[in-house]
């Protein structure tokens, strides 16, 4: 069976990175990277957009789909064996898992806020950390559709997902993660 799993955290105000395109200390935190980079391991494919990834020292041994308009559909990733550089707008989904073997299991969606807007209406579930204690005015939103009207949670409930309940990562350091689930 194949499920759809999206794993991001945010600050307070639902940004990724700062405004300028980094991801801040204020928001990388060990707990939640012990939670996301486990997660990743028992992952079938890990699929990012081109400036994103994951890093730490599993990462070579992921199979991984990154998303790129530089080439027509699917390619070779000249820099990392077990990746495929992906344009959706010319492979589908399901022909990307099979040009990386992938007939099920976990697709772990990674960021940044194009792909995680792009898949969706494809969630399965969706983990969503929280920094709560950082905020990064103008800084990159999880999801393209956040801003002062919509936040992260108003888009994931508008796309039909449902949220479980939140459980602290490391209390003190105000981080924790709910799992939303179609
Ligand atoms: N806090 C978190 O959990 C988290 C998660 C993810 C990322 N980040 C941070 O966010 C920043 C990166 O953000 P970013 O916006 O640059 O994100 P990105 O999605 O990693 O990279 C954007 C690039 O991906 C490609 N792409 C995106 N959508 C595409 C589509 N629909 N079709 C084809 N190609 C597509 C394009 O590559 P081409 O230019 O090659 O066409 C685009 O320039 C980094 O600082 C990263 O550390 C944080």
Request: proline share 7%.
């Amino acid at each position: 069976m194949r499920r759809i799993e999206g794993y991001v955290i945010v600050s307070a105000d639902g940004m990724i990175a700062d405004a300028k395109g980094v991801m801040p200390d204020s928001i990388r935190n060990d707990a939640d990277q012990r939670f996301f980079q486990s997660a990743l391991d028992a992952a079938a494919v890990v699929v990012h957009g081109r400036h994103s990834h994951e890093g730490g020292p599993r990462a070579a041994r992921r199979k991984r789909l990154v998303l790129t308009r530089q080439i027509a559909g699917l390619a070779p990733d000249p820099s990392r064996p077990n990746s495929l550089l992906w344009n959706p707008f010319g492979a589908s989904l399901e022909q990307a898992l099979e040009a990386s073997g992938v007939t099920d299991g976990t697709v772990a969606v990674i960021g940044g806020p194009e792909v995680f807007s792009l898949f969706l209406p494809l969630y399965d579930s969706f983990h969503l950390s929280r920094a709560a204690n950082a905020k990064l005015p103008g800084g990159l939103p999880v999801f393209t559709e956040v801003g002062p009207h919509a936040t992260p949670e108003d888009v994931l409930t508008r796309h039909g997902l449902k949220p479980g309940a939140q459980r602290d990562l490391d209390a003190a350091a105000g981080v924790s993660v709910a799992t939303w689930r179609r």
